[in-house]
């Protein structure tokens, strides 16, 4: 990307690159660029060498199909590395602490308000499917639940498993996840080429006795499995819902693992994910709020609670461009 920028320069008036240069520091923020870059790939490569066994399955199928190296990386590729790293900014620096602020700290407040005896806390199983990169399990199991995450991510599972079982103290990686996007910077050096320090926290500093995992693997074959039925007393959904192919097969499916009597939390928006999927076989059925409200009451759930709250999504807070979701939260009994 820098390379394709310094050929852009290389082709306007050798005047006009000098001023670019003199005065918009642009050759500069190019060099700042590439550092960054750099920066990124050294945390990529210790996620990578952390834990070789879960590269295996991965490397293995290229062996079976014939490949001596990996395929070169498609633009698809770089957009997923790319956006897990304004993820692990959301989840695990101080950077992320605002938009966590306004998307898990509601729904922990709701947890712990529903499960206030903290002795109990170590038999109540609290799922969070569709888990990123962990920091919602990690805070739910801090507060001592038995905190269930799943995901079905590579890129996610390898980075998260990283973060929770790889990282030796605060602050060991220094990343630049804002370093790709040329547009809407107010000053490249304080926006777009900004330090982020990750992990704000020690993930493995949870108490002793504490319980978390996480299940790999796609949220409706995992959780359609018979063992789970009635198997979790709090399910928590944060920007979920619409990763559904089918939104009626995921309500279906908290319905029967949550107990009866048990709570559904949720924030997030209704970005239907696979809205505009290229292959028409892939499924997508989009619902507004007002129908999936009904269909939340109408599969067996009591909507307790239900309030509105804005937020930005592993946004540059600096950017002069802001998206902000509108995000539903409710709090939904499982009906007896
Ligand atoms: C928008 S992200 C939200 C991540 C996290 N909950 C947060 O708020 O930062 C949605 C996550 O759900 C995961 N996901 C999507 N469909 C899934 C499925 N069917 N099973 C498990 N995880 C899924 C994605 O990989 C992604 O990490």
Redesign the pocket.
């Known amino acids: 990307m820098p390379a394709r920028k310094r050929a852009a320069l290389e082709r306007i008036p050798a005047h006009h690159a000098a001023l670019l240069n003199d005065h918009a520091a642009f050759t500069q923020s190019l060099d700042a660029v590439d550092a960054g870059i750099t920066a990124n790939d050294q945390f990529f490569r210790a996620v990578l060498k952390a834990d070789p066994a879960m590269l295996a399955g991965y490397l293995a199928r290229m062996r079976r199909m014939g490949l001596a190296t990996a395929p070169e990386p498609q633009p698809a590729d770089v957009d997923k590395a790319v956006s897990t790293l304004k993820?692990v900014a959301?989840?695990w620096s101080a950077e992320g602490a605002s938009e966590r602020a306004k998307?898990?700290q509601p729904m922990i407040d709701a947890l712990e308000r529903e499960f206030a005896n903290v002795e109990e806390r170590s038999s109540r199983r609290v799922l969070?499917?569709?888990?990123?990169?962990g920091?919602?399990v990690w805070e739910a199991a801090r507060l001592g639940f038995a905190s269930e995450g799943?995901?079905?991510?590579f890129h996610?599972l390898l980075v998260s498993n990283y973060l929770l079982n790889g990282i030796t103290r605060p602050e060991q990686h220094t990343l630049y996840p804002y370093v790709h996007t040329f547009s809407n910077s107010l000053n490249f050096t304080t926006d777009q080429v900004r330090p982020v320090a990750v992990p704000d926290v020690l993930p493995s500093s949870l108490p002793d006795g504490s319980d978390m995992s996480m299940a790999a693997?796609?949220?409706?074959e995992v959780y359609s499995s018979p063992t789970y039925t009635d198997a979790f007393d709090s399910v928590l959904t944060?920007?979920?819902l619409d990763?559904?192919h089918n939104i009626v097969e995921y309500l279906e499916i908290l319905h029967r693992i949550v107990r009866s009597g048990g709570v559904w939390i949720n924030n997030?928006p209704l970005l239907f994910?696979w809205e505009d999927a290229a292959d028409p076989r892939e499924l997508s059925i989009e619902v507004d709020w007002t129908g999936l409200r009904k269909l939340i009451e109408v599969v067996g759930f009591e909507i307790e609670r239900e309030e509105w709250i804005e937020t930005t999504?592993?946004a540059n807070r600096q950017s002069m461009l802001q998206y902000v979701y509108r995000c539903v939260f409710f709090v939904a009994r499982r009906k007896p």
Not at 128 to 133: F, H, K, N
Not at 150 to 153: A, I, T
Not at 217 to 220: E, N, S, T
């Open positions: 993820q959301r989840d998307c898990y969070i499917p569709g888990a990123g990169l920091r919602l799943n995901e079905f991510s996610m693997g796609d949220f409706v944060c920007f979920f990763t559904a997030g994910h999504y592993a």
